[in-house]
C-alpha cells in the first residue's frame, strides 16, 4: 500500500521521549497524519521522563529477548547510518571484569555479524586486578543533540505537537477533529496511570551519573566487581561530553541526587580511566551536572501490541486500535527504531 493511502488516517502517539518521537516519525514517513501529544518534550530536562538522563550508547544487555534483538539490529544499522550528521559517532569499547572469570559467551553473541571486530582480551593485555575482558566498536550519540533532532525531523513532516498531559487513552482518541485511527502508547512509566491502560507491571530503574567534560576521550569503558559491589560505565560522546555511572536500582522513584553516590562513581570512573582529568586526579574531573533518571522497565518485558478500545468521548462510540510500546527500561535509544519500524508495522 502506498503512503499516500495513510494520508487520511489519523494516528495519535502518546510520549514525547525517544521512543514515542521515533515512532510519530516512522508514521509521519509512512504517510499518516501523526499528532505527537506529550507533557516532556526535547530541550526539557525534567526528571518526569527518562531520555534526557540515558546513557544512550549502542551495547545489548546480556539475557535480552530475541524480540528486543531484532530491534536493537533495526537500530543499530540506522544509527550507524546517521554517523555523517554528526549526532552520532563511532566509539570503540572495552569492558573489564574484577570478578568473572569466564566471557565465553563473546563468541557467540548474537550481534557479532553486525560488529566483527567483537573480541575477547588476551590475558597478557589485561591491565592488573582485572580477570577478563573484551573490546568491540559500537556507537554512542548525546540526547542533547540527538532528541532536538528528532523533534526537527518531526517538523519538517508536518506533524503536530501538541505539550499537554494526557489522562487516559479516550483523551488521547479526541485530540483531533475527525476520528482518530490509532492510537501509539508510548508512555514509559506514564503507563502505570494511564486511564484505559493502568499497567501494574510498571517499574522504575533508578540510575544515577555524573556528566563531565572531556573531549579528549577516544574510547568508552566498562568495570564490573568493585569492592563495594558497584560497576562504572564511562560513555564519550559526540558533543564532547560523557556520561559516567552509575546504578540500577530497581523499584527506586527516589529522583534526589546522593552525594556519596556522586563521589562513589566519580572515584572509580578515576580510577578506571584516569584521562578523565588527564591524571590530575578524581576531583579535577570537570563536572557538568550530577543527574538521576527513572528507566521506565516492566515486569515481563517491553511491551508491543496492538488491541482494539471502544470509545465515547467526542462523538457516537467507536472503535479505536491502540498499539503499546513501552517498558523497555535501560535499552531505549538502543531499540528505538527497531520499536517504531513495530509499530508501524501494527
Not at 544499522?77 to 563473546?106: E, F, H, M, R
Not at 530503574?205 to 555524573?210: A, C, D
Not at 577516544?218 to 568495570?223: A, R
Not at 534526589?256 to 582529568?277: C, F, G, V, W
Amino acid at each position: 500500500m502506498s503512503s499516500s493511502s495513510f494520508s487520511s488516517q489519523k494516528v495519535v502517539v502518546i510520549g514525547g521521549g525517544v521512543v514515542g518521537c521515533t515512532s510519530a516519525l516512522i508514521l509521519a514517513q509512512r504517510g499518516y497524519d501523526v499528532t505527537l501529544v506529550a507533557r516532556d518534550l526535547p530541550g526539557d530536562q525534567s526528571q518526569g521522563w527518562a531520555s534526557p538522563w540515558a546513557g544512550a550508547n549502542w551495547h545489548s544487555f546480556p539475557g535480552s529477548s530475541s524480540q528486543v534483538h531484532a530491534w536493537e539490529r533495526i537500530a543499530y544499522l540506522k544509527l550507524k547510518s546517521l554517523i555523517p550528521t554528526g549526532i552520532v559517532q563511532t566509539l570503540p569499547w572495552v569492558s573489564y571484569s574484577k570478578t568473572a572469570d569466564d566471557n565465553s559467551y563473546i563468541d557467540s553473541a548474537w550481534y557479532n555479524d553486525l560488529i566483527p571486530d567483537h573480541k575477547t582480551l588476551p590475558k597478557s593485555e589485561l591491565p592488573n586486578g582485572y580477570l577478563t575482558g573484551s573490546s568491540l566498536t559500537t556507537l554512542s550519540l548525546a540526547p542533547a543533540t540527538y532528541l532536538p533532532w528528532l523533534l526537527t525531523q518531526l517538523n519538517n513532516l508536518g506533524v503536530k505537537i501538541i505539550r499537554r498531559k494526557v489522562e487516559s487513552l479516550e483523551e488521547a482518541a479526541s485530540f483531533v477533529a475527525g476520528n482518530v485511527h490509532c492510537v501509539v502508547n508510548a508512555t514509559g512509566l506514564g503507563a502505570a496511570s494511564l486511564g484505559g491502560v493502568m499497567d501494574e507491571e510498571c517499574m522504575p530503574i533508578r540510575g544515577q551519573t555524573v556528566l563531565a567534560r572531556a573531549p579528549w576521550l577516544t574510547y568508552g569503558l566498562s568495570v564490573d566487581g568493585f569492592k563495594d559491589g558497584t560497576f562504572v560505565y564511562i560513555i564519550p560522546r559526540p558533543d564532547g561530553n560523557v556520561i559516567l555511572g552509575g546504578t540500577m536500582d530497581v523499584g527506586s522513584w527516589d529522583t534526589s541526587i546522593h552525594q556519596e553516590t556522586t563521589e562513589r562513581i566519580l572515584k572509580n570512573a578515576y580510577e578506571s580511566m584516569p584521562e578523565l582529568s588527564k591524571g590530575q586526579g578524581w576531583e579535577k574531573i570537570e563536572i557538568v551536572s550530577s543527574n538521576v533518571g527513572l528507566r521506565p522497565a516492566r515486569r515481563g518485558g517491553a511491551r508491543m501490541e496492538l488491541e482494539v478500545v471502544k470509545v465515547k468521548k467526542g462523538g457516537p462510540e467507536r472503535k479505536v486500535g491502540v498499539v503499546h510500546a513501552y517498558g523497555i527500561g535501560p535499552a531505549g535509544y538502543q531499540s528505538s527504531w527497531g520499536m517504531a519500524e513495530n509499530v508501524g508495522d501494527l
